[in-house]
């Protein structure tokens, strides 16, 4: 494709030779009949990285029509092309008139950067900055003091350029100088934040933010600016890093909040409910992850929550619910918590309570030694007035783990009442 292209500008080079160059030229005009098509193939030689043969069309439409912006890129792709001998010579030979030529200067400066001439690369740049006062000249004049190990000077023309036009990409450059290479923490925290607090948290300074937090140890302004950060960009990655801060940190309560604002991870906000007993709360999330993922566990947890969250005096209406809700979820899924759940409210309202002693037995082939069924089996003997049994059961539930749960002594209480009851109607 090389040769190709230059066989094409040769052809082009002596094909033009017989075309008389116009006088005048509108602004509205081509300089010379194949402009268009030497403009076509220089294109093409860039796309496909000949950037030597870029810079010859260039330089032919330059010479042609005396456009400056063709000789800029003539001069930009022997850049590319790595030719900084070249660029050097060429911009020396364009610069003997009086008038100066910022683009041209600024090659020249990246050539000399590239071949680490950086005296004359900063004698040159520090003019060529002074003269334009263009934000890019003054990274330019910073990244050559960087290179030299200046970096009191490299954060001078930072922020020279940053005061031009508040640009992220400056102020992260200049922060990561003062922050690591001249130890000023502080001032490089400073910088950020105020931009933060004056320009919004974009990525690019947030996530520099962070680094430098979390570098430091520093949770509490980690945590800021992953809020922040979120409030800018809804990212997963950034929620789940707040999470685990408020994790580690115990802080439950803004968690909460966190969590109920965000819709961040909504199993894990169920949860925080369940464990501060925020009953209601949890009965209607339960509901709303049922209908969004058809997991048959959070029906059962809807109904287990929303049992809690009636108070002492459970409505018709609401047993009705967690009823059909816990039958419906039992019929899915043998789970030995719902059943027991179902068994315990049959027989604890005595809706059935013969039907809810069929759960507990049923759950109790599956778990004979669980304290919190044996108890469900205790108060079933205890509703059908089995007192005798019930004690029996009761006894062997205070031996187990859960035996001193505050329930599971009041049912005992209870049932040695009972059994007091009955020894008094026998002796009359």
């Known amino acids: 494709m090389i040769k190709i292209v230059t066989f094409v500008l040769l052809i082009l080079t002596f094909s033009s030779c017989s075309i008389n160059k116009p006088s005048v030229v ?5 300089s010379f009949a194949q402009e268009d098509t030497y403009i076509l193939f220089a294109l093409r030689a860039e796309q496909i990285k000949d950037n030597r043969s870029a810079s010859k069309l260039f330089k032919t439409l330059y010479e042609k029509s005396k ?24 911009v020396n030979a364009l610069s003997q008139d009086a008038v100066f030529d910022a683009p ?29 006062k263009m934000p890019n000249d003054y990274l330019l004049t910073s990244d050559i003091y960087s ?4 970096f009191d000077l490299a954060v001078r023309y930072l922020e020279s350029a940053y005061a031009k036009e508040h640009n992220e990409k400056i102020l992260d450059k200049m922060s990561i100088i003062l922050y690591v290479n001249l130890g000023k923490k502080k001032e490089a925290i400073a910088h950020l934040e105020t931009h933060s607090r004056m320009l919004g948290c974009s990525e690019v300074v947030c996530h520099r933010l962070a680094a430098f937090y979390s570098n430091d140890n520093n949770l509490e302004g980690l945590l800021s600016v992953y809020l922040r950060l979120y409030e800018y960009k809804k990212s997963d990655d ?12 115990h802080d439950y309560m803004h968690l909460t909040e966190f969590l109920e ?14 464990s501060s007993k925020k ?13 969004q993922t058809g997991d048959i566990n959070y029906l059962g947890q809807s109904a287990i929550y929303e049992y809690e969250g009636s108070g002492a005096k459970v409505s018709k209406e609401t047993l009705s619910s967690v009823i059909h809700k816990l039958e419906d979820v039992i019929k899915h899924e043998k789970n030995a918590t719902y059943i027991n759940y179902l068994g315990y409210i049959l027989i604890d309202h005595e809706i059935d309570v013969k039907k809810g002693m069929k759960y507990i037995d049923e759950v109790l082939e599956l778990k004979p030694n669980s304290a919190y069924y044996l108890d469900s089996r205790a108060w079933g003997y205890y509703k059908l007035g089995q007192c005798k049994k019930a004690q029996k059961v009761i006894n062997k539930v205070l031996m187990l783990e859960g035996g001193d749960d505050p329930e599971v002594l009041v049912h005992k209480k209870a049932i040695e009442r009972c059994i007091k009851t009955q020894k008094g109607k026998k002796r009359k």
């Not at 509108?26 to 081509?30: I, L, R, T, V």
């Not at 600024?106 to 003019?127: C, G, P, Y």
């Not at 290179?147 to 200046?150: A, E, I, T």
């Open 26 to 30: 509108k602004a509205n005009q081509k």
């Open 67 to 90: 456009k400056k912006e063709y000789l800029y890129r003539s001069v930009e792709n022997d850049l590319i092309a790595k030719q900084y001998d070249k660029v050097i010579k060429r």
């Open 104 to 132: 041209l200067t600024r090659l020249k400066v990246i050539a000399l950067f590239e071949q680490n001439r950086l005296d004359e690369a900063i004698s040159l740049s520090t003019k060529l900055a002074a003269k334009t």
């Open 147 to 150: 290179k030299r190990q200046q």
């Open 238 to 249: 950034v929620a789940k890093k707040i999470i685990q801060i408020y994790t580690y940190k």
């Open 261 to 274: 604002k965000s819709n961040a991870d909504d199993a894990l906000l169920l949860q925080l409910y369940m």
């Open 279 to 291: 009953y209601k709360k949890a009965y209607h999330l339960a509901d709303t992850l049922y209908e």
